[in-house]
């Protein structure tokens, strides 16, 4: 591994950051503001950590300008630290360099293109009419069934399936185990025989999309299952055929959304929360952890659902309660009538 | 891709279906009523739709015959138009066609037996004493262990493992990820350790069963985990060893169902919905979404847990006074008797 | 298969347990008490199933001393009887013999090291860097990325994926489509859209731990991701970045830990259940089912949350009854109040 080395002026000018502090400080790594030690540069975002600044043993901070103050050495100011940091933290992932080229046991339809750039690991298979564009990787174990689209610059880990029609946008990121384009839960019962309903549709996966780990993606019925550019999406995740997700949306890990539903841009759906199908939801809301959606939401904000989490020996109780409360609410409303 | 045509005629007389319109038209495809155009079928199964037939350019639709008067064009009416539609659309599903034969990739014990006319794609790894049943498909990168059965017509379509005593009858579909007859998860505490416990079971799955992706099926402790036939999965549904999952029962995605369970014929269990272990439930069930089920279900019927989304203000006030229901519903049932 | 086959009498002495009866009886297997025949050996550990024990037709029982007077033949008498079960059972569970040595199809890194005891399957790429123990199996179709560790005795079932700086302690068993390593889910937003925060942490896996099929455990954003020994986790489970689980702790199938929650020693996750990031769980904390954890817990004992399942009728009586939950207790409150 070759170690990236920066000078703290380097990092401010190459980040349009104000500099407090020595500019000939050399980072070569970064670090929690706990853990991070000579050569390495930390962050605070939250103002509640300020006090980690006076034992922080890191070279450089970014913060704030009003934290700045209780920092004892250098420190880098941004409006944003955190995301400050993370662009400064790219210059040291030392990713491992693919060399464009296909391994030679990976097995390739005649009738797929693989531009000459893109880098096919082993044991990869590649249907027929199925493309690879300009810089991809395609990491060991991955299948691409026919009829894909991996769009340049998109990196698939390792064991990545897309089954049929999935179509890839320009730097998507696919974790391993994720599998894109499969069937979709189409059934119809027929003299007491479930019956398949085909699914025709593909997946259209935008610009700049991240998949994760063994998260699925159904394809389409009759039309396409759609992210649009830059959802992000945790592990986990369940996407029914036909659902729709709006750009720059994120839904957390577990999370799922059922056929046909539509999620607006700008949206967090978090962990393992669940929309149904044919809903929609528009932009800018965030449903929290484990909440379910059960009708359409039109207008942004915070959604939740679920009870509070106590001993198990009171839950119980108030549990057993939750079976009578249409019963004791109307007692209350025909007291409280009573005594009117 | 060749591409399939039937004119209206043929189509009504193959399915048994009335026609109503030019017995001529050449249809060539299949498409949602919204997008269908010159050549295409549709379907309007939900009656709620039916002002979309209207402006619809399919040139024929299946559907009820108390909707076929708003049609504009030509119909084939149908008791279930959605599952005439479904037969309707396979025969514009225009699969691969797979070549039997094994690709010289693939690692096959010798006492495994595969049917000549089964097709194993490429890096597949087949165990011991395992067989591979008449026209079977295994696709790219599926691993099956030892002392697997494949049923004749299965398919297998990519990155699927049976672990070890996996058995699928005639006519199963499994999808890319899903993982049948892992260990099952049992554990006894031994002097502050964790101990295996041996899992020496399998799994059996019934015909015309269909496994989503990334779905996981446990083998049994001692007996075998077993789905009947014509059970339905959707993806990453769990389940644990020893379930017993009875005929033409399907589950939607994420869903659950811990060790020893049992659920019944002809239930439908909802997405992200849980089963506790070793209960029972009986046929013809329907649990909604994200409902947990925590005791046993005698009677068939439609089965909820959980609470409504509201937005997150409201909620934090309603899930603040769940903690109190208990002591509340006594000083309303308290009240109600001091009042009589 | 070679057939195990042990006398009553070595068993007994072998685990250290009482016999009552003919210490020459061969036991040739185990199996439920339902189920067991002749040569086999079963287990009563819940006296709530004693009455199973006239029709059994086991050959021997491992059981309670209190439960000892209601077996017809011959038993063991343990302490723990399903503990000593699962020990028994080991010797029956007549697992493959994988050979030392690397299949020719694996693809491996110059700079990797491969003990010459472990076992690499067909299939198998592992990356620069890392590092396979003594007598470890890595089945079919794994993936080992770049600077992983995989300690003496651990065993890869089958696609398994470690995909970067992923470290596993002595004996850990993985079973097949887990993913260790993956990126974790760090986000910033930059002027509408995400960027992605580097994840350079790694994951650490102590010994003895076992990690259930389709689970995923992420590496740390800047430290690692932490299992401590003898940790053991389902099927299916979500382990964000920074987590840290403490020793002995089990989660079953489908639960999740957000990042960087902590949670203690000895604790049970239910199935599907949740733990929030950032929060701390104590020692020996239980969490029921489907519950999620919002707020640390600093207490031992059994936690819950969620509502009960009841036909879907009343649920929704009683649901819409939960929106009115605060307004209904500020009545009950005033009421309460005006009557004293």
């Known amino acids: 591994m070759t170690v990236s080395s920066f000078s703290a002026a380097e990092l401010a000018e190459r980040f349009g950051l104000a500099l407090r502090g020595d500019g000939d400080l050399r980072i070569e790594g970064v670090a929690t503001l706990a853990r991070a030690g000579v050569g390495q540069l930390a962050f605070l975002a939250n103002s509640r950590y300020r006090a980690q ?40 992932d030392n990713k491992p360099v693919r060399e464009p080229g296909v391994h030679p046991s990976a097995v390739i339809d005649p009738s797929a293109r693989i531009a000459p750039s893109a880098h096919i690991g082993p044991f990869v298979a590649i249907g027929a009419h199925s493309t690879v564009g300009d810089g991809c990787i395609v990491g060991p174990g991955c299948v691409i069934g026919d009829h894909c689209e991996v ?23 696919v974790h391993p185990g994720a599998v894109i384009g499969a069937d979709g839960f189409g059934l119809a019962m027929d003299s007491g025989h479930w019956i398949k309903v085909p699914q025709l549709g593909g997946v259209v996966i ?53 056929g046909s539903a539509r999620i607006g841009r700008y949206c967090l759906i978090g962990g393992a929360a669940g929309v149904l199908g044919h809903l929609e939801i528009c932009d800018r809301v965030v449903v929290t952890a484990m909440s379910l959606v059960t009708s359409s939401i039109t207008e942004p904000g915070e959604y939740s659902s679920g009870t509070p989490l106590t001993d198990n020996r009171t839950w119980r109780k108030n549990a057993a309660r939750f079976k009578q409360l249409d019963v004791l609410a109307r007692r209350v409303l025909a007291a409280d009538k009573e005594t009117r």
Chains 1, 2, 3 share one sequence.
Do not use: W
């Open 151 to 173: 769009g340049d610059g998109s990196e698939l880990i390792a064991r990545v399936t897309l089954v049929t029609r999935a179509r890839l946008g320009k730097r998507v990121l």
């Open 206 to 258: 935008g610009d700049d999309c991240e998949i994760g780990a063994n998260t699925t993606i159904d394809r389409g019925a009759l039309d396409d299952t759609v992210l649009e550019e830059d959802v992000r999406l945790d592990n986990q995740i369940q996407i029914g055929h036909n659902v729709r997700i709006g750009a720059h949306t994120a839904m957390a890990g577990c999370s799922a959304a059922a």
């Open 53 to 92: 600044l006076a034992d922080s043993q890191a070279s450089l901070v970014v913060l704030r300008a009003d934290d700045a103050e209780a920092a004892p050495g250098a420190v880098l100011i941004a409006k944003d630290p955190y995301t400050a940091f993370a662009k400064m933290a790219a210059l040291f």
